[in-house]
């Protein structure tokens, strides 16, 4: 059998993460096109509610982030399912896997979307993303910063 290190562990499931956000960012660019956060699908909005606020960063819930994100955290934990095993520490890499992703994803939307690119990475630009700290949205420094506490714990 083939085991890897737990150092090497760590950088291929980093590595496999970032390759797999790249991936889907190109999905998403395809899907959306310019029109960020699904504003030009076909799918229901909840624009405003409290529990947005505390728990979605206020962007709206749509029915295709809904089942976006659902799809990906079932996923990201089909591994777990498929060899049978389950551990806290499981469970901390697979949570720091899933902020990862949605963290580089969503940056890589912007990078690779010929209607933004980096350098329209700013707040002015992007409406949805509506709190924003050190040039980045809020979400990316605290799941960033969670992330790699969970990484750090589930090795």
């Not at 405003?48 to 990201?76: C, K, N, Q």
């Amino acid at each position: 059998m083939f085991e890897l290190a737990d150092g090497a562990r760590l950088v291929a499931t980093v590595c496999a993460v970032l390759v797999l956000a790249y991936l889907f960012a190109r999905v998403e660019v395809e899907i959306e096109g310019e029109a960020g956060w699904a504003a030009n699908l076909p799918t229901w909005r909840i624009e405003e509610h409290l529990l947005l606020d505390i728990f979605w960063g206020g962007r709206a819930l749509t029915g295709y982030h809904l089942w976006m994100f659902s799809f990906i955290g079932l996923v990201f934990h089909f591994p777990l399912f498929f060899m049978g095993q389950w551990s806290w520490q499981l469970e901390a890499t697979v949570m720091a896997s899933i902020m990862l992703f949605w963290i580089v994803e969503d940056y890589l939307w912007f990078v690779i979307n010929p209607a933004f690119g980096w350098r329209r990475f700013k707040q002015v630009h992007v409406a949805w993303h509506k709190r924003w700290a050190l040039g980045a949205p809020i979400d990316y420094w605290l799941f960033g910063a969670a992330s790699a506490v969970l990484f750090w714990y589930g090795a």
